[in-house]
């Protein structure tokens, strides 16, 4: 089941557990379990304190995908908001999207694009408040992974012929390729481009490339996050 599938899904049951008075977040999410995709997950968020650290988190169904580089079962495996460790990732991508369901009590899609404890996360996702006369006392928010990958540090050192390897890198040019192109020897560059992939984290040249995409280089070397 696709992320489109799965939001038209859950608006549906949704919109017809609003029409009863006793809803429970189960009518609107149990039609989905069996179908999920294994990079679905959904989470059942009891909003009912004032203060959004107070929050608590239950996992109705963690995602199938196994990532080396964060383990998104152990992060929100449940608990208060407030314990999550990445702080910054939830008052940046996460409470602002929640207050906008609460405040309106209706349904917010959204795409998010952003950092997880260092790691670059791009994910679809639905929120869909409890609805009745007064403030929603949870939320049931459904996530479709999509991109995952560790930044390379915003201090990351470059010269002048960093800068050429790395361009002529994410051109696609191969190690003996970019050698001619910038006037070295082919064990030269073959040895910056190791020192980079220690640097960054990087297991192999299609890695450390997908690695500098990501994490933003423009053609100056630049990454998307710095002024």
Do not use: C
Not at 70 to 95: C, M, T
């Amino acid at each position: 089941m696709n992320f489109n599938t799965l939001s038209q899904k859950l608006i549906d049951a949704w919109v017809a557990s609003s029409q009863k008075p006793d809803a429970k977040p189960e009518d609107i999410y149990g039609s989905v379990q069996k179908e999920l995709s294994i990079r679905a997950r959904l989470s059942l968020i009891d909003v009912t304190s004032e203060d959004p650290k107070l929050w608590v988190l239950s996992t109705i169904r963690h995602s199938r995908v196994t990532a080396r580089i964060l383990n998104l079962d152990a992060i929100f495996s449940g608990g208060r908001l407030g314990d999550l460790e990445d702080q910054a990732y939830l008052e940046q991508s996460v409470l602002p999207a929640y207050h906008r369901a609460i405040e309106s009590q209706a349904p917010v899609i959204d795409g998010v694009e952003s950092k997880l404890l260092g790691v670059k996360v791009v994910y679809d996702r639905i929120i869909l408040p409890q609805k009745n006369e007064n403030r929603p006392q949870w939320l049931v928010v459904g996530t479709y992974g999509k991109f995952m990958a560790r930044v390379p540090p915003s201090l990351y050192d470059v010269d002048t012929t960093d800068e050429a390897i790395i361009l002529a890198l994410i051109d696609g040019m191969t190690s003996k390729e970019i050698a001619l192109e910038v006037g070295l020897s082919h064990r030269t560059v073959e040895h910056r481009l190791e020192r980079m992939k220690k640097q960054i984290g990087a297991r192999s040249l299609p890695h450390l490339t997908a690695l500098l995409v990501s994490a933003g280089f423009d053609r100056s070397l630049r990454f998307k996050d710095q002024p």
